[in-house]
């Protein structure tokens, strides 16, 4: 059990930069605009795991299902792994994105970005591997950046990050 909850609390560290608020359903069909930098965006969010209805919780407190977030920021520290096919875009002074492929040559340390995502909710079931309990994720996170099929995080492509 104490394996799980440590495997539930990583999932939510990787998850916690990129979930929304939980929605009621009553915003628009086509959200609103929010701009971010990727401080603010990483001091917006909450998350919430309760280990007696196995549930995690995780969002933000100002986006909602269909909004548009836009992060503009300054690229603190740029490198590619390719290990991973990815790029790792440190924001300013805060959280790092991973972007799809090398953009290295496009971006570098200084530039000003700004990368447009879309918030959707997803609410999935997930079996602890060393138990037989179940676990409910109920997140917003980036349309961009989420795999549906294995409903778990994905680097973002590159056309969704342009300079400012």
């Known amino acids: 059990m104490k394996k799980y909850t440590a495997y539930a609390l990583v999932f939510l560290f990787f998850i916690s930069f990129t979930c929304g608020c939980l929605s009621d359903g009553d915003e628009e069909k086509n959200g609103n605009t929010v701009v971010f930098s990727m401080a603010e965006l990483a001091n917006d969010n909450h998350q919430y795991l309760d280990n007696v209805t196995k549930k995690i919780v995780a969002g933000f407190n100002s986006l909602n299902e269909s909004d548009t977030l836009v992060i503009t ?92």
């Open 73 to 164: 920021d300054s690229i603190g520290d740029i490198y590619y792994q390719s290990e991973y096919g990815a790029t790792i875009v440190q924001l300013g002074s805060a959280d790092a994105m991973s972007i799809e492929d090398d953009i290295t040559d496009r971006f570098k340390t200084g530039d000003t970005i700004s990368i447009t995502l879309h918030i959707i909710r997803v609410v999935f079931l997930r079996q602890d591997p060393n138990a037989e309990v179940i676990w409910t994720f109920d997140i917003e996170t980036f349309e961009e950046g989420w795999d549906s099929h294995n409903n778990f995080l994905v680097p973002i492509p590159q056309k969704f990050i342009d300079h400012a």
